[in-house]
């Protein structure tokens, strides 16, 4: 699917914004706060769903009670999605639905000035990355996750409660370990995945011979539904004094290696930012490889932070897929 243009009322500073895409690499130029990563999210809104910075609430424009986006695609086809400050439509093919359907999402590769920080972040962050990636991967991903992720707010609430039994907690248990189990499972795997090419990759732009590794950090191993159930139940005691839930995969963490040392703390910022480089090339593979759709690339003011070795790597990897870029500035632009 390529993006033909996008027009946008209302969404942040923009009162009215209109972007006619080309087929192969657009440039969106402008000094800052002028509304460039706007219209990436508005972009990411009408392929994933959500954006990946706010709720709706934030987007509206100030002073003003709805958006609306609308991105028409080579093809002739045409959705737009607005918000009114309290409901989102999406509106696809004259039908109006809630969620954007799963046939109209469309991968994106989102590439961030903080996503170069990923390997010195926090594991919350970190965990946030690669649950965005995965669902990428996988729809059933985002669904497990978001039925964990709720039994867990649930959990919690109850175990602020100073009269809570271990019973009360036996149905939240049951979700959580049977989409825990799940997430876990789906999570090792893809690093398995991944980690089958991210030395190759990053050789192939660091031009030299470390070797990268992702390790999947979890307290997860080997676990089925049942195992998982019961280290939730022998927990009640330690999760009701602190309360919050203290197992599970909601505190698992990536770490990454270089020559088999940690790279927080060791890898230089260039190491640092060849291996995200790697990392994103991957992503973009391996979601062609499930989902057999090329990606669409979203490059949120990136080549200020690069050098010019990897800027051409990320131009020349990217070049046959529908790539969109911010920048302040053309200089460190190679187009
Ligand atoms: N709901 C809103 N209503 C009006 N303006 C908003 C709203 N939310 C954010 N803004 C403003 O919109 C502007 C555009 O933000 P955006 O992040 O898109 O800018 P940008 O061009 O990417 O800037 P930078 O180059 O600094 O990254 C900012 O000045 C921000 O303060
Ligand atoms: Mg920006």
């Known amino acids: 699917m390529i993006i033909k243009s996008i027009k946008l009322i209302n969404f942040r500073n923009h009162s ?3 972007l006619e895409c080309k087929e192969e690499t657009s440039l969106i130029l402008g000094e800052n706060g002028c509304g460039k990563t706007s219209v990436l999210e508005a972009i990411y809104i009408l392929t994933r769903g959500k954006s990946f910075r706010a709720p709706d609430r934030d987007i509206i424009k100030n002073g003003t009670d709805y958006y609306r986006i609308e991105l028409e695609y080579m093809n002739g086809e045409k959705n737009i999605a607005t ?3 309290t409901t989102k439509t999406f509106h696809i093919l004259d039908k109006k639905t809630k969620r954007l359907p799963k046939n109209q999402k469309y991968p994106v590769i989102l590439f961030l000035p903080s996503d170069l920080n990923l390997i ?7 965990r946030e990355y690669f649950d965005r990636v995965f669902s990428e991967f996988n729809e059933t991903y985002s669904t497990s996750l978001s039925k964990y992720n709720k039994a867990l707010k649930q959990r919690n609430e109850l175990l602020k409660n100073d009269f809570l039994t271990k019973d009360a907690l036996f149905s939240w248990n049951l979700i959580l370990s049977k989409y825990g189990v799940d997430l876990f499972r789906k999570r090792q795997s893809y690093i398995k995945e991944i980690n089958q090419k991210l030395t190759t990759t990053y050789q192939s732009i660091a031009k030299n011979q470390d070797i990268i590794e992702l390790k999947y950090k979890t ?4 676990l ?3 195992k998982y159930l019961k280290q939730l139940e022998e927990s009640f005691q330690k999760d009701s004094y602190l309360g919050h839930t203290t197992f599970g995969v909601h505190r698992d963490d990536y770490i990454f290696k270089l020559n088999h040392k940690i790279a927080d703390g060791s890898a230089s910022r260039g190491e640092c930012r060849s291996i995200i480089l790697a990392l994103k090339f991957i992503e973009a593979d391996l979601i062609y490889q499930k ?3 090329k990606p669409l690339i979203l490059l949120d003011d990136v080549f200020s932070e690069l050098d010019e070795t990897r800027r051409r790597c990320l131009i020349d990897n990217f070049k046959n897929h529908q790539v969109i870029i911010t920048s302040v500035e053309m200089r460190n632009t190679p187009l």
């Open 16 to 18: 009215t914004y209109q």
């Open 83 to 85: 918000y009114d400050g």
């Open 120 to 126: 010195t972040h926090s594991p919350g962050r970190r």
């Open 219 to 222: 307290d997860i191993i080997n």
């Open 224 to 226: 089925n539904e049942e």
């Open 291 to 293: 989902t057999h759709q």
